[in-house]
């Protein structure tokens, strides 16, 4: 038959088949003699459907067979659903509730079939719920709010029962919980406001009732036990069959309930406070109290700032023994190591890393690493600590992995350090003297730790000491090149060994450049030194550091022969008297044309100190400008190879001004760098972006800025508005 002559079906007729198949299906889920739904019988009722919904008007059923829909639904429930739970109670009642839901949603997904075409075409054009939220909303209104509080009470005296050590059946309250999340739809409310709440109601006097009872009869290490157990169990009971969402709401409901108890007996009957509980001793019952009460901000507050105290303390007292004892610099840095690891250990381990002993560690970290220690920055104590430990013959004997562990935890600690330039500047000094005078035992851990310190604070702070050990590399290169130069140039001969080691201005630390006079064999040196240089370069201009280089010489004494190795500054002094047996202080100081510093330390360790290698007149302890000195004859010593050191110049006062010349250019370039981009800027901004940008290696001082952006507008580069002196303007 043609689709047009396709013979009317009245809704009586057509709804008469349909209720035929619903029957049927009832029958199959109340458990009845009843065989299935044959694809004959589907097909039946789905393209009856179809018809009906498909007739011109007034036969379009679709409007009439949507509420027959949902009333299908509603009559199986109030007919057979609701009586069959009501006569039932408890876990009967739960169990008999998680069978008629499979049943629902089962009988939704057949119906759901049957009516399909409702779906595609009515409900869409009329935007009305789909046929299977209507299904779902019909347990909804008639089966779960009629039930709902009685369901939930009997869910909690389960957990209750649980709680107090009961067997009971996790499958069955996973599936009830199913339900209150299922039922609503993609939404949480009906499993919070209609379980969850009340479920946190009577989770708060439980553990209320039962540590008001613990306290009574444990000490505080059992009660710490019991509460620990009870957050475990909790836990575990999220895990099976609660809602993974109520696991925080839950957990924290357990840890106020056992700190309100607990926190006088806390402080009356057990402790004095929270410095007892900081003691070693304790530190297991505190680390628990930590994981019982994390989420208790009452607890966390107070002993966060306690614990801050408490390292602060600590700190303060190191300082105060490393200045009262004269305990030597290098213990003070291991005894700081030690605290920082022990504390670190406390923060990650015993805290769990809890963000707010973290904060607090951090903080107390941060001022003490930022104070002084007997007129030294602890950032110039770390650089010497890291060459002590690195440089050939120091007191540090440590095998290569302990050296190695040294240094990460060194490099740890300048992340507290808030002037990490000034521990580069002294770093750089150190380096500089490791590498100049083979001072270092180990190349491998020297990259290492630059490689630490590239990880912690950037590219830009390691780069000049990078410079410096590959400086050293070409400048090895270059010596080689040099021997081949004189081995093919006989008339090129430099009288004595000379090794030159050639430098980048740019990587070292300055040092000063004297025109020193030096002695003729020296001249020659230097002169040979310079023609094989000009044949690799005509470009680059040799400038000598004489105070950086060393001299191995002979000494003819009466009583033997001795090679002594000394600076190049003593050998020149010591040169001298080849051809003048008594000088005076102002003949040597003319004849080298040296200052009166430099002058006074080399004689100082040529006639004062522990090698008398001259005689001074008067014969006292220091140097003076009316001195007459001579050559000692008969000077000795049981070693045939001695080294004369000259005394060392605190360098301290050097690298500071340095560092100050360093960080006023760093202010300038940051300043410029901001206002190029910004064009106008406020005096306030310009300060807060000024100091973000150059956080990273020192803590610039506003007042040092503010100078510098007055500097800048009196160089043009920057000017302020007529109208507002507080804006500035930038000038390209």
């Known amino acids: 038959m043609a689709a047009n002559e396709r013979k009317t079906i009245d809704l009586e007729q057509g709804w008469e088949i349909t209720q035929k198949g619903i029957m049927k299906l009832k029958n199959i889920l109340e458990g009845l003699p009843e065989t299935g739904i044959s694809s004959e019988e589907y097909m039946m009722i789905y393209t009856t459907i179809y018809n009906m919904c498909t007739q011109k008007p007034p036969h379009d059923y679709s409007q009439q067979l949507y509420g027959k829909y949902r009333e299908s639904f509603e009559e199986y429930i109030m007919s057979t659903v609701l009586p069959s739970l009501r006569e039932k109670h408890d876990e009967f009642m739960l169990r008999e509730l998680v069978k008629r839901w499979e049943n629902h949603k089962s009988m939704v997904r057949w119906l759901s079939r049957f009516f399909y075409y409702l779906d595609r075409r009515f409900i869409a054009r009329r935007s009305l719920p789909p046929l299977n939220e209507v299904g779902l909303t019909c347990f909804r209104r008639l089966v779960y709010q009629d039930l709902k509080v009685k369901v939930s009470d009997a869910l909690i005296s389960l957990i209750d029962k649980e709680r107090e050590g009961e067997q009971i059946d996790r499958a069955l309250l996973k599936n009830i919980l199913d339900i209150f999340v299922e039922i609503g739809m993609g939404q ?215 050296t190695e562990e040294m240094l990460e935890k060194v490099v740890k600690l300048l992340a507290y350090i808030s002037d990490k330039d000034l521990f580069a500047e002294f770093y750089r000094k150190k380096l500089a003297r490791r590498l100049l005078f083979d001072k270092s035992a180990n190349d491998d851990h020297e990259r290492s730790i630059l490689t630490k310190l590239k990880q912690q604070c950037g590219g830009q702070f390691t780069s000049k000491m990078e410079g410096m050990v590959t400086d050293l590399t070409l400048a090895k290169e270059n010596q080689t090149s040099f021997e081949e130069y004189l081995s093919n140039n006989t008339n090129a001969n430099p009288g004595i060994d000379l090794t030159v080691t050639v430098l980048t201005t740019g990587f070292w630390p300055s040092y000063k450049s004297f025109d020193l006079n030096l002695p003729a064999e020296m001249v020659k040196c230097v002169e040979v030194f310079r023609e094989f240089y000009q044949t690799k370069t005509k470009h680059r201009k040799l400038t000598w ?188």
């Open 188 to 402: 949480m409310d009906y499993y919070e406001n209609d379980f969850e709440a009340a479920l946190l109601k009577d989770t708060a006097a439980y553990y209320s009732r039962k540590a008001s009872g613990w306290i009574s009869e444990d000490s505080f290490p059992d009660f710490m036990l019991k509460a620990e157990e009870c957050l475990k169990r909790e836990k575990d009971r999220v895990s099976h069959y609660l809602h993974s969402s109520s696991e925080p709401k839950l957990l924290e409901k357990v840890q106020h309930e056992l700190w309100s108890e607990c926190e006088a007996p806390l402080f009356v009957t057990w402790y004095s406070g929270y410095r007892d509980l900081l003691k070693d001793s304790e530190v297991e019952n505190l680390s628990r109290m930590v994981r019982v009460f994390s989420k208790v901000l009452p607890f966390l507050d107070p002993l966060a700032n306690i614990f801050k105290q408490h390292v602060t303390d600590e700190g303060t007292d190191l300082v105060k023994q490393a200045e009262d004892e004269a305990d030597s610099r290098k213990v003070f840095v291991r005894k700081l190591i030690k605290l920082h690891d022990k504390y670190v250990a406390y923060v990650n381990e015993r805290f769990q890393n809890h963000i707010l002993l973290h904060k607090a560690f951090k903080e107390a970290f941060e001022a003490l690493c930022n104070k002084g220690v007997g007129g030294s920055s602890i950032a110039e104590l770390l650089a010497t600590y890291c060459d002590d430990i690195l440089k050939k013959g120091s007191g540090e004997k440590l095998g290569d992995e302990a």
């Open 545 to 732: 550091i004489y105070s950086l280089g060393t001299c191995n010489i002979i000494g003819k004494f009466e009583p033997k022969t001795m090679e002594l190795i000394v600076t190049t500054y003593q050998a020149s002094a010591l040169l001298l008297f080849n051809s003048s047996d008594r000088l005076s202080y102002s003949e040597i100081m003319t004849q080298l044309n040296l200052t009166d510093d430099d002058v006074v330390r080399l004689l100082h360790s040529l006639s004062c100190a522990k090698y008398k290698i001259l005689n001074k007149e008067p014969n006292t302890k220091t140097i003076a400008p009316t001195d007459h000195f001579e050559f000692n004859s008969k000077f000795t010593d049981k070693m045939r190879r001695i080294k004369i050191p000259l005394p060392p110049v605190d360098e301290k006062k050097k690298v500071i001004e340095d560092v100050d010349k360093d960080r006023r250019y760093a202010i300038d370039a940051s300043i410029v760098r901001i206002m190029k981009s910004r064009k106008v800027l406020g005096h306030q901004q310009l300060v807060m972006e000024c100091v973000e940008q150059l956080g990273r290696m020192f803590k610039p001082d506003f007042k040092a800025i503010k100078k510098r952006i007055e500097d800048l507008i009196t160089r043009d580069y920057l000017e302020r508005d007529k109208d507002n002196p507080n804006l500035f303007r930038y000038l390209a």
